[in-house]
């Protein structure tokens, strides 16, 4: 019998101190014990991102060189959680743009780069899901790398297209997303969303890239339009494992 699949999410937030650090820990090791095939997708550690990007801001205009230096944050957490869990007795391996077996391929925009679809579904199934078998993958968020071999970022907050990426190419069954809050509320009434569908999702949060700064956006846009055949779970560590995060079913596979 097939185990499940789960992609977890690693917000920022959610791993900002040691303290919470352990705390992933110990939940992608309780879903993994559980018998499920784990992939962990991890944003920077902290305001990482946002600190660098007022630093560089202040010094220059945006250029390729900003997607190397804010690609750091996520590309440094990935090797220090797939390191927190090793030393707890797991297998596990990060995956990183420089080397040959990446998967996440985009065009050459910088900033705002888009994944070619089609490069990462052949590439993760050839790369990536084989060491599902084995181990505990730690993938970077928000980063790629074009098909001239560039480092590219794919805008604010795009650590969730990574994860429905891979999510979809890889047929998991749930995507697990941690966030610093229990559930989405909203944007209008402030009350907690307990279930939603995902077209429904769509038609409540406007879906405009350029908008994504505000704070009601709770998946990064194009993330969103990926979540058909899947169970995504937005909350925090306890919500998602008392059930009273946000379930958000993106119907039949």
């Keep these: 019998m097939e185990k499940k699949r789960k992609v977890i999410k690693l917000g920022g937030k959610s791993v900002a101190t040691p303290a919470l650090l352990e705390q992933a820990k110990n939940f992608v090791l309780k879903e993994y014990s559980a018998g499920y095939e784990i992939l962990v997708v991890i944003s920077a550690i902290g305001n990482f991102t946002n600190q660098t990007t007022s630093i560089i801001k202040a010094f220059s205009k945006p ?138 999702l769509m038609k409540i949060f406007d879906k405009r890239h350029e908008g994504y700064d505000k704070p009601d956006y709770p998946i990064f846009p194009q993330a969103l339009e990926l979540i058909n055949g899947m169970v995504v779970k937005v909350g925090t560590y306890e919500s998602i494992q008392n059930n009273s995060a946000t379930v958000i079913n993106g119907g039949n596979k």
């Design 63 to 200: 250029s390729e060189e900003w997607d190397y230096i804010l690609s750091m944050g996520e590309r440094s957490a990935a090797p220090i959680f797939s390191l927190i869990l090793k030393n707890s007795g797991v297998k596990s391996r990060f995956f990183d743009p420089s080397m040959q077996d990446w998967f996440v391929i985009t065009d050459e925009n910088a900033g705002d780069a888009k994944p070619i679809m089609e490069e990462c579904e052949r590439l993760s199934k050839k790369h990536l899901e084989p060491y599902l078998k084995t181990g505990i993958p730690v993938i970077p968020g928000y980063v790629g790398k074009s098909k001239s071999g560039r480092i590219r970022v794919m805008g604010r907050n795009s650590s969730d297209l990574t994860a429905m990426v891979v999510a979809k190419f890889l047929n998991a069954d749930e995507v697990l997303k941690i966030t610093d809050v229990p559930c989405l509320y909203n944007p209008s009434t402030k009350a907690p969303i307990k279930e939603i569908a995902a077209d429904e």
